[in-house]
């Protein structure tokens, strides 16, 4: 049937005008979100299907197998018995990040009775545009991006060799990218022939032919090993490993964290704890690196205890683990570090448990908790110019329950994490689709949590990224993510951020409000993480902080050279490294009497290689410093700093040559 208008209904049932236009973001009734779901129509049935008709009554074609259901409040068609073609869907649903769901089935009477799957969570934009295909996007893309999209299909090449769907990774208008991320639009089954990673490396020939220079040659090397040789797949990925931590570590890193927990409207007790939150110490090491939402189960005295032993125990863990990792002069490859943090939780898990036994509890009066959490690790690594970086960009996201992580940028907003209930088991287990196992009354129920049996039980998956845009890391138990809230309303909480019209404080404050105002029977806790590396950033911004803390901070800053995050690493002893400390010193603290509102941030690693101008005398580079300050129009800059931190000011001064040191203000 050929559509004359395009609507779409609004998902509340007890909408009295369902009935919207579908270019509407809310409905005109009842002011609820219209959701606008955009599906991938599988087969060469659907690929025949043209734009403007509507299939089944319900699903505008928008495009070409790019369909929107019109009627997304209703359940689409299932059959009793699943048809073989979509059990892949639903034993890779833990992938969802990389990989579509199967949303539903429809079927076309006018042209045949064959039904046609339809997937959601596709490579789509809100707009029903399509993401572009690797091979589009590959000559724009940075060269760590570049590398990452390889690893990626990388880790993707198991999970889906062991079910026959490699093939999937070779098709290269499947392969389509949301930025950093990869998405494949369907699953292909391969065919009699086995594939291999010479099939995979014939694939990546023709675009690592383009690739950035700085990566080309460790990627043309890389392929030709893959073409070539009967290499082994773990030879490969410690290879792609190397270059993809080498090429993250050429961009600077600076980060501002900030959280907080809150009773909510309704409940009696607060069973949420997060990490960092209110009370937390600004200038602890750990801070930079670590951060947690835990949503406690049990009731008074039972999850908020086990929400604040969990963030305990998990800090001592972290903070030890990162002091080892540290002092490492190779790289710790990606499976060990999860094996790691596998095993921390496993601790948390044991702990909470023998709370319970020792205190005699027993089934649902066992305490228990959610754990959401994401920890940015700071390895050594030379980088591809071959200087040595402090940070390597990995965050690395574990969760247990149903506390989620989603990562933000001006343009998209991604779940990175699944949840632990009992519609996502459904589906693991291959029994139903998402969309039906949600029609449970049970749906929601946890299938796990820690604390409320041995840690042998504990089904853990963890996963890596690599930061190389900027971006924001949001944590938040299911008191903001409930309904879907945070999809929903991103782009008005998250942008002005990015703006810089709002601080990470404020826009954490802000989360809490919707989530009070929109879902508040419940607690909730929010932490940002606010990453940046685009290079206009590398000098950070002034904070606003009390006079005292300010002083330290310059003092600070004027001893010690410049280091990655808050943490007491510093970047090597290398002559570059002064010529970045005293500049970057004396532009931070000139800011002083300029911009006193800006929100702290964290001092950034900044290679050497985005450092243009040539390497100096280190006297030479303090004395023409101070002179540009001094006759080149900064002087009131210059007379602030004084003003606020005379003593190291002079500290400074007397570090001059004695010519020169009668060009500095009197001592106060």
Not at 121 to 130: F, K, Y
Not at 184 to 210: H, I, M, P
Not at 617 to 624: S, T
């Amino acid at each position: 049937m050929i559509s004359t208008q395009l609507i779409i209904y609004c998902i509340n049932p007890g909408c009295n005008s369902p009935i919207n236009p579908m270019e509407d973001s809310v409905c005109a009734s009842c002011q609820t979100p219209l959701v606008h779901r955009y599906l991938w129509a599988t087969g060469s049935l659907s690929a025949q299907i043209s734009p403007g008709t509507k299939v089944a009554d319900r699903y505008e074609v928008i495009s070409p197998q790019i369909w929107l259901d019109t009627q997304p409040g209703l359940p689409p068609d299932v059959p009793e018995e699943l048809p073989k073609e979509v059990i892949p869907y639903l034993l890779l649903y833990q992938e969802r990040l990389h990989l579509p769901q199967a949303y539903g089935f429809a079927s076309n009477f006018e042209r045949d009775t064959t039904d046609i799957l339809l997937l959601e969570n596709v490579p789509i934009d809100e707009t029903g545009n399509i993401y572009p295909t690797i091979v589009e996007a590959w000559e724009q893309a940075t060269a760590v991006r570049q590398v990452y999209w390889l690893w990626q299909i990388l880790q993707l090449w198991i999970p889906l060799s062991e079910l026959g769907l490699s093939r999937s990774l070779l098709v290269i208008d499947n392969l389509r990218v949301q930025g950093w991320c990869v998405q494949l639009l369907e699953l292909y089954q391969t065919a009699d022939e086995k594939l291999s990673l010479q099939n995979l490396g014939q694939c990546w020939r023709f675009w690592v032919a383009s690739a950035k220079a700085s990566v080309a040659k460790g990627l043309e090397n890389i392929v030709q090993q893959m073409c070539e040789t009967e290499v082994e797949l773990e030879a490969i990925n410690i290879q792609l490993n190397n270059l993809l931590l080498a090429s993250a570590a050429e961009l600077p890193l600076v980060l501002k964290v900030a959280g907080s927990t809150d009773i909510g409207l309704v409940m009696a007790q607060n069973e949420d704890a997060c990490y960092p939150n209110a009370l937390s110490n600004l200038d602890e090491p750990l801070l930079s690196h670590l951060s947690i939402v835990c949503d406690g189960i049990g009731g008074h005295e039972g999850g908020e205890v086990a929400s604040k032993l969990a963030v305990q125990s998990v800090k001592l863990q972290i903070r030890a683990l990162l002091t080892e990792i540290t002092e490492q002069t190779v790289l710790v490859p990606p499976e060990l570090l999860q094996e790691q943090l596998e095993a921390s939780l496993r601790v948390v898990n044991n702990l909470i448990c023998a709370r319970n036994n020792e205190q005699k509890r027993q089934g649902k009066e066992r305490m228990a908790t959610t754990i959401v959490m994401a920890v940015q690790v700071p390895q050594q690594v030379e980088t591809s110019t071959e200087w040595q970086s402090n940070n390597t960009h990995e965050l690395y996201l574990a969760n247990v329950g149903d506390s989620r992580a989603y990562w933000i940028t001006r343009n998209y907003c991604q779940l990175l994490t699944v949840d632990d209930d009992v519609a996502t088991r459904e589906v693991r287990f291959a029994k139903s689709l998402y969309r039906k196992a949600l029609l449970r009354a049970d749906a929601s129920a946890l299938t796990q949590a820690l604390g409320t049996r041995d840690a042998e039980s504990l089904r853990l998956k963890l996963q890596r990224l690599i930061v190389e845009e900027d971006g924001i890391l949001l944590l938040c138990s299911d008191g903001l993510s409930d309904n879907n809230w945070v999809e929903q309303s991103w782009q008005d909480y998250a942008i002005p951020v990015f703006t810089g019209e709002l601080t990470v404080e404020d826009a954490v404050r802000n989360w809490i409000n919707l989530a009070n105002e929109k879902n508040g029977r419940d607690n909730t806790s929010v932490v940002l993480t606010y990453y940046r590396v685009s290079p206009e950033y590398l000098v950070p911004v002034t904070p606003a902080l009390p006079e005292e803390i300010i002083e330290a901070e310059i003092q600070e800053e004027l001893e010690e050279p410049i280091s990655f995050t808050e943490s007491s690493q510093t970047l090597p002893d290398l002559d570059l490294d002064l010529d970045l400390d005293l500049d970057l010193d004396l532009d931070l603290n000139l800011d002083l009497d300029l911009d006193l509102s800006e929100e702290p941030f964290i001092s950034p690693v900044i290679p050497p290689t985005l450092i243009t101008k040539p390497k100096r005398d280190k006297r030479l580079v303090r004395l023409g410093g101070v002179l540009a300050l001094l006759v080149g129009g900064t002087s009131l800059g210059l007379f602030a700093w004084w003003q606020i931190n005379p003593q190291g000011f002079q500290q400074m001064c007397r570090q001059l040559p004695q010519g020169v040191q009668q060009l500095c203000p009197p001592e106060k």
